[in-house]
């Protein structure tokens, strides 16, 4: 037997591969894939693409699953043919890029708290500066080039010498984490922060100077023009005018009509271009504070802007899109190709070198793919649900008890049943009680569980009906169960049980008792029973000892089928009695297309299905010892 199960259990493994091959396969093709990011970065649809919230999370799904990756890249175009004309990758993702005076050092604040130096003339190496723990959200340079200045999500904003790289002054006291900065001058620093409040610090020493609170919104970009003003932008659709020596309001407020994102202002401070939340770009006249031209184009938010010498506006969004426009005819030069995922930002270097950053998303190549695949399922793994970004093993593992218990109980209650009643029925063979049970279990056996579970509700739970609600249908336990002594939860939980396994266990029942008759008559026919009838045995002894074992033997097959079953619950009688059982979880991430969820549910019961073949035959065995297994 030892040698049957193992050669049993080695068959097992290439219909094991098959079935994860197939499951692989089915989510890697699933909605979310990186080609869409590709196609809406080179303007296939209608220019742009857009991903959803959900698509979004697909994603994240697949590169924790190792079907994509993701690589923060820095790429460089050039502005006048569009032409791609260098990529870089860093360890980590990139949130901002600030160019130097001059266009000669390309700045990169990444995700790890790190500030890379990239000089813009090919060959020369990159230099690092640590300068946070936590996330950097924007660098900038002083006017001389200098310094630079970093600010970041553990609430700081520091500034570097830029040749040495070494610390000058750290601006510590910000409400929540700094989300932009820019010099007022060499020595006066402003900066931005998620709690709606601009601060200026002297740059040299980081000390505070003063504290600026008039917008709602968290605020998302400063800069200064020049004679003395600065400049603020908010999610509360405003960009704000201030007295750089008063810190008092200039003016009234520009209205954006949508929150902004990020702001840069041109070299001779004429305009301020305004990254928008529905999906544009704002052109604002500075003499005359007032949004001059809307560039509309992106498909999505967009997170960056920046303005060259000209009329060059390059911006990047969330669709993925790098898009270069002529500011004095309001209209789209190009859109640039190459990021698969969204731009965070974009700079204007040296002779118009185009600059911008994103942690693009790719697909695996497919055998690693499927190898770290079949690892995870190894450990349970079944990636993260498309639906609430949980991992699918805990939902199935919330799910599975509820369908234990019902379907265990259910089969409990089917086989003490079923069986004495099959038997019964064999040995009266043609008896009046063995035709009314016929009649009786052919007419259960023909009515869909659907309607047998609907009037069980009407009948018996619903308060209109003829018995006023005497049981409950809904959930397995009532809302106050928590309240209850122990023996009353256990007697509600009962209760609740009651019509569920009703409409569960009645259509098995009767089909187990035929299934149990029909092998019986078989088995009473055999010569093995007319021969312990010959020699006088009591017929109790006959039925139950000689005939019982072999009419078992179909019991046992049907036996093998029930553990994918319990596991798998009834997808009908869970939702109709609102059961969180493993049904419903597969009947919602059908709707839901949430593959992931079908997925581990479909290798779960695959798997348990071959586990149940493996003991029906083990089975076999132990009820009729002439079986061997070879």
């Given amino acids: 037997m030892i040698q049957y199960i193992t050669r049993r259990l080695l068959l097992m493994i290439p219909t094991l591969l098959g079935i994860t091959m197939v499951t692989f396969l089915i989510i890697r093709l699933a909605p979310g894939d990186p080609v869409a990011f590709s196609i809406a970065a080179s303007g296939g649809f209608e220019g742009g693409g857009d991903f959803s919230d959900r698509e979004r999370q697909i994603v994240r799904s697949k590169i924790r699953l190792g079907l994509l990756e993701e690589t923060a890249t820095i790429r460089s175009w050039d502005s006048g043919s569009g032409r791609r004309v260098g990529t870089t990758t860093e360890t980590d993702a990139v949130l901002a890029l600030a160019t130097s005076p001059g266009g000669t050092i390309v700045a990169a604040g990444t995700a790890d708290g790190r500030i890379v130096l990239r000089p813009i003339e090919p060959g020369r190496a990159p230099r690092t500066i640590e300068a946070h723990g936590a996330a950097i959200n ?8 200098t310094l630079i200045a970093s600010c970041s999500d553990d ?5 570097w010498d830029v040749e040495t790289g070494r610390p000058v002054a750290t601006c510590a006291g910000h409400g929540l984490l700094v989300r932009c900065a820019a010099f007022a001058d060499d020595d ?22 003063d504290v600026i609170e008039a917008h709602i919104g968290e605020v998302t970009g400063v800069e200064s023009l020049s004679g003395g003003v600065l400049v603020s932008a908010s999610r509360d659709r405003t960009v704000r005018f201030w007295d750089a020596a008063t810190r008092r309001e200039v003016g009234a407020p520009v209205d954006c009509g949508a929150p902004v994102h990020a702001i840069d202002v041109a070299a001779d401070g004429s305009r301020i271009a305004a990254g928008l939340g529905d999906n544009a770009v704002a052109l604002i006249d500075t003499a005359r504070r007032a949004v001059t031209a809307r560039l509309d184009g992106h498909t999505a938010v967009v997170e960056s802007v920046a303005l060259g010498d000209g009329d060059l506006l390059v911006s990047g969004g969330r669709d993925a899109s790098v898009r270069l426009w002529d500011v004095a005819a309001g209209r789209l030069r190009a859109t640039l190709a190459g990021h698969s995922g969204v731009v965070r930002a974009v700079a204007v270097g040296d002779g118009g070198r185009v600059v ?9 190549p497919l055998v690693p793919a499927y190898v770290d695949w079949l690892s995870r399922l190894v450990r349970l793994d079944f990636g993260l649900s498309f639906k609430d970004d949980r991992p699918v093993w805990d939902k199935i593992v919330e799910a599975m008890p509820v369908t234990l218990e019902l379907n265990l109980v259910s089969i409990l209650i089917t086989y003490l049943l079923s069986i004495p009643l099959g038997v019964f029925s064999a040995a009266r063979r043609n008896s009046m009680s063995d035709q009314a049970t016929t009649l009786v279990l052919f007419l259960l056996y023909s009515m869909p569980s659907f309607w047998v579970a609907t009037m069980l509700i009407i009948l018996l739970g619903s308060p209109a009906g003829p018995t006023g609600g005497i049981l409950p249908f809904v959930n397995l336990h009532s809302d106050n169960a928590g309240d209850l002594p122990f023996l009353s939860y256990v007697w509600d939980h009962l209760l609740h049980l009651v019509l569920p396994l009703t409409a569960l266990t009645y259509a098995s029942f009767a089909f187990l008792s035929r299934l149990v008759r029909s092998s019986m008559l078989e088995a009473l026919s055999q010569d093995a029973v007319r ?8 017929e109790r002894r006959v039925v139950g000892v000689h005939a019982l074992r072999n009419g078992l033997l179909p019991v046992v097959t049907v036996f093998g089928n029930l553990l994918p079953t319990v596991i798998g619950g009834s997808v009908i009688i869970e939702r109709i009695y609102s059961l969180p059982g493993m049904g419903s979880l597969g009947f919602e991430a059908v709707l839901q297309r949430d593959y992931p969820v079908i997925m581990g549910i479909t290798t779960l019961v695959a798997v348990l299905t071959m586990i149940g073949i493996l003991i029906s035959d083990l089975l076999y065995c132990i009820v009729d010892p002439r079986i061997e297994l070879k």
């Fill in 356 to 364: 911008s950053a994103a942690l693009d998303v790719d697909d695996v």
């Fill in 188 to 209: 006066l620093l402003i900066t931005g922060s998620r709690d709606a409040t601009v601060r200026v610090w002297n740059a040299r020493t980081g000390e505070l100077v």
């Fill in 138 to 145: 924007a660098v900038a340079f002083s006017p001389d080039g």
């Fill in 531 to 538: 021969t312990a009838r010959a020699k006088g045995l009591p």
């Fill in 155 to 159: 609430r700081t904003a520091r500034v």
